[in-house]
């Protein structure tokens, strides 16, 4: 704590410097016009080194930011046939306006296109049509090959390797955390620009007292998509079996109303449901706590649409409209059913101590029923000096999920999983020149009750004699969950930015388990052994102290102290459990320490350090049957956490080139006094906690680098990983250490060779090591690679064919071949405004993937059947 203290009085007593502010309107000397994407730069005296650059905007105005020290600097504005201007000024904030002529260039041809990438103030303008051709069908598309920008496959959009924090259709916020509806939706031909708003704080109030390092997107329209209705429409049919994709997409957007409506179904194995996933969670709410599982494989690491078995329907209904005096109501309805399907054979390996493992032979089936609704309407200002936001949420869940498992007798599983829930959150800013009030309130309620059926009764030991009347176990979990987050924050800016807040939460859950046998229209419950009747109450006060300055040349620091007192209060209700009430104290430092080397050059260092304990489900001392393999129980003695963290992120951006690159690296050291055992009696398998101190250690580090390559029409971006972790296990009751390495490289390559053919190809390599050190198992390294290629070959206007290849190699497969091929091939054609496809997929018919995966506990070796060859017609047309 003296050490904290200390550092933080010797970086506050630095000498202090302010960011000086320089910004201007540029004119045409003879129309008197404003002059729109003219480049202004500062730079050092006599000097080619540039500080800062900007764009004008359409209005000819520019800001730019410099937060170096020199006594003067020099700003200078250029462009495409405008004659340099320069103007030698001091280094203060003030405004700096410019008239420049036109300068003109001998030259025998030119055609003037719009630049791909342009930045203005933390702004940058990505050129949706420069980055488009014929094969892109959404957004996501196009999103896929800007330098700097990432899509995962789960939708979720990175910028410089960080998520973004927020995503905008015209300045709106109308879809929230869902995003994914618009980049999956959204045709680019009706998009003009993608902007990067970096360093994006969503509150404008907040602007000068919380700093942000997310970028956040927006979308910027063309003329001819507002204002106006939209509707278009899919109906497709294909086999075998019999597959159905059929789509009906409505919008509509202008000034002051937004809407955006979807209703999809597909069974041919393409996840619409995670159109609807959310992509970031900015604000609290009561997590789900699934405490039981029917058991089922890990997913293989080919195409979803390879394995997943699917009956998938997903409606969703948006709409903003901005009512007087800067305020915004909204509305979000979503809905989501589907009937997965997976069918697979496993082999499992769980380590042993020294050379002995214990194997499992299974073949697994399950089907699950997925209902999902969740609604929500969130009132809302955002101005400079002002911001109210008022969110009601309301969700609900409908799961079942059924399994069978064969290993030589047959095992059935039948789970039921309901889930309702309700939140409130309001949010409150007001700010003047110099102080700043906010508060804000979050409480929700969740009451999730889940059942397990496994037939047939496989603990006997836990039900003497009595089991053999019985047919099945029946394992209920009932979880009510209430959550509340305040807190008051006072902010006061200037060369020092301080803010002071006062938080409470409250955590109150009702955990109840039981487990017994049913069978013949009978139940018989089991001993207090099998059943928790838990009350956790978990009250946290914190006060919280931070300051942010500029401490030299580009560097600002920004000093976090939050000081948390936790009091917890258990109480088991069953017979023989005991109260339990503890006190915390904790003080979670945190540093970061973010300087501008150039332009071009950003570097962040972080430091923090957080302290917490165990919640709820390391709490309750009952058995609980989680899966028909897994009986679990804790010790009742709540675990504490000290976690160290260093990371540090180094970026790159240069929109003139299109190169952007970003470095990111993490070492977390993390200290806990319990461990968990695992004892295994043939395929079951029972969990319990030990008090033994362990630390662990983990390092990660990655590279990605994406460059657009304008003059032969190609992109390209590259990836590399490294990740590394320490730790001990308990195998039957010797603790091992346990380390394992990975190592990752990849990259997409696209281009357009000529007007007739266009190339993508995509490779993902890794290597990856485990070892026990105790154990003598020797477990080889495994190295997987995955490769794509699509060729697309446009023989006239309006009709596209495409051929693509992907191969998977994996050098831990010891029975069958190592390498996996799948073939595709699809045909479209645009009649006037409808477009006809025609899809066939998995050419060569593969039926079955096998894959090895290595972790701390075993090795699990999968062969899944995936979806035979099928040919699926679709045609898409305009409503309106």
Not at 545 to 572: G, K, M, Q, T, W
Not at 588 to 595: G, R
Not at 778 to 787: D, E, R, Y
Request: with cysteine.
């Amino acid at each position: 704590m003296k050490y904290y203290i200390f550092l933080y009085i010797l970086l506050i007593s630095q000498p202090l410097f302010s960011q000086t502010v320089i910004k201007g309107f540029i004119t045409e000397q003879k129309t008197k016009m404003p002059v729109e994407a003219a480049t202004v730069c500062l730079s050092m005296l006599k000097s080619n080194r540039i500080l800062a650059y900007t764009q004008t905007d359409e209005k000819g105005e520019y800001q730019i930011v410099y937060k170096g020290k020199q006594d003067s600097i020099t700003l200078a504005v250029t462009g495409f046939n405008l004659k340099k201007v320069a103007k030698n000024i001091a280094n203060k904030s003030q405004i700096v306006d410019f008239m420049v002529g036109n300068e003109m260039i001998s030259i025998k041809e030119v055609i003037v296109v719009a630049p791909k990438i342009n930045e203005s103030g933390d702004t940058l303008n990505y050129n949706v049509e420069r980055f488009t051709d014929e094969t892109d069908r959404t957004l996501k598309d196009v999103l896929q090959k800007m330098p700097g920008i990432q899509v995962l496959e789960n939708g979720m959009i990175l910028y410089q390797n960080n998520p973004i924090n927020r995503f905008y259709i015209e300045d709106m916020d109308m879809l929230k955390d869902r995003y994914g509806i618009a980049t999956n939706n959204l045709n680019p031909d009706d998009v003009a620009t993608v902007q990067v708003l970096q360093r994006h704080q969503p509150v404008r109030a907040l602007k000068d007292y919380e700093s942000s390092s997310e970028a956040a997107i927006n979308l910027k329209l063309k003329k001819s998509s507002k204002g106006i209705l939209m509707a278009t429409a899919q109906l497709g049919v294909g086999a075998s079996p019999l597959l159905l994709s059929n789509e009906l997409l409505g919008m509509y957007f202008s000034k002051k109303m937004q809407d955006l409506s979807v209703y999809k179904g597909d069974n041919s194995g393409r996840d619409i449901t995670g159109e609807l996933n959310s992509l970031y969670n900015p604000e609290p709410e009561v997590q789900d706590l699934d405490w039981l599982s029917v058991l089922k494989p890990r997913l293989p690491a080919v195409s979803q649409q390879r394995y997943l078995f699917n009956d998938a329907h997903i409606g969703t209904v948006n709409h903003l409209h901005a009512l007087k005096k800067h305020y915004t109501l909204s509305t979000n309805i979503h809905y989501a059913y589907d009937e997965p399907k997976r069918e697979s054979n496993v082999v499992t390996d769980y380590y042993l101590p020294g050379d002995s493992s214990l194997t499992i032979q299974e073949s697994n089936f399950s089907n699950m029923y997925q209902n999902r609704m969740d609604a929500e309407i969130e009132l809302k200002a955002n101005t400079d000096n002002f911001y109210l936001k008022n969110r009601i949420r309301a969700e609900g869940h409908w799961d079942k999920e059924n399994g069978r498992v064969f290993t030589g007798d047959s095992i059935r599983q039948h789970l039921d999983n309901p889930v309702y829930g309700i939140s409130n959150q309001f949010e409150w800013v007001k700010t003047n020149e110099r102080n700043m009030l906010k508060i804000t309130s979050f409480a929700g309620y969740k009451d999730m009750s889940q059942t397990l059926d496994v037939l047939p009764v496989l603990y006997e030991n836990l039900f003497p004699s009595a089991s053999l009347a019985m047919d099945g176990m029946r394992q209920n979990a009932m979880m009510k969950d209430f959550t509340t987050a305040n807190t008051f924050t006072y902010g006061r800016k200037g060369k020092v930015t301080q803010n002071y807040s006062l938080d409470f939460n409250a955590h109150i859950q009702h955990f109840q388990s039981n487990l017994f046998l049913k069978g013949n229209g009978m139940e018989m419950v089991g001993g207090d052994s099998l059943s928790n009747n838990l009350k956790r109450e978990h009250y946290e006060w914190k006060l919280n102290v931070s300051h942010s300055f500029a401490l030299r040349d580009n560097i600002n620091v920004h000093l976090f102290c939050p000081v948390r007192y936790l009091l917890v209060r258990e109480h088991d209700k069953t017979i023989g459990r005991k109260r339990n009430t503890s006190h915390y104290l904790f003080v979670d430092p945190f540093l970061v320490l973010e300087q501008l080397v150039s332009a071009y050059l950003s570097s962040s260092l972080n430091y923090s350090f957080t302290q917490d304990i165990s919640g709820i489900g390391n709490a309750y001392t009952g058995n609980v049957m989680t899966s028909y393999r897994n009986l679990m129980r804790n010790d009742g003695e709540r675990d504490r956490y000290k976690i160290h963290t260093l990371w540090w992120i180094l970026g790159y951006k240069s929109p003139f080139s299109s190169l952007f690159a970003s470095l990111t690296t993490f070492y977390i050291h993390t200290r806990v006094r319990l461990l968990s055992e695992y004892l295994y009696e043939g395929i079951l398998a029972q969990k319990s906690t030990l008090h033994i101190p362990n630390n662990s250690q983990s390092l990660s580090s990655n590279l990605v680098v994406g460059k657009d390559l304008g003059a032969i029409n190609s992109s390209f971006s590259l990836n590399a990983d490294y990740h590394y972790n320490r730790s001990l296990q308990i195998l039957q009751g010797e603790i091992s250490g346990y380390k394992s390495h990975r190592v990752s490289v990849g990259g997409k390559f696209h281009t357009k060779i000529n007007q007739h053919f266009i190339l993508d190809y995509k490779i993902q390599g890794s290597w990856n090591k485990s070892l026990f050190q105790e154990s003598k198992l020797n477990i080889n390294p495994v190295w997987l690679l995955s490769q794509r290629l699509l060729f697309s070959w446009l023989p006239i206007k309006k009709l596209i064919a495409g051929i693509s290849c992907e191969h998977f190699y994996n050098d831990a497969i010891h029975s069958g071949s190592r390498n996996m091929w799948f073939a595709d091939m699809n045909i479209s054609y645009m009649l006037k405004k409808v477009e006809f496809r025609l899809d066939y997929t998995n050419l060569f018919n593969t039926r079955r993937y096998v894959s090895t995966v290595f972790n701390e506990t075993g090795r699990y070796y999968t062969e899944y059947d995936l979806r035979p060859g099928e040919i699926l017609l679709r045609v898409r047309f305009k409503l309106l």
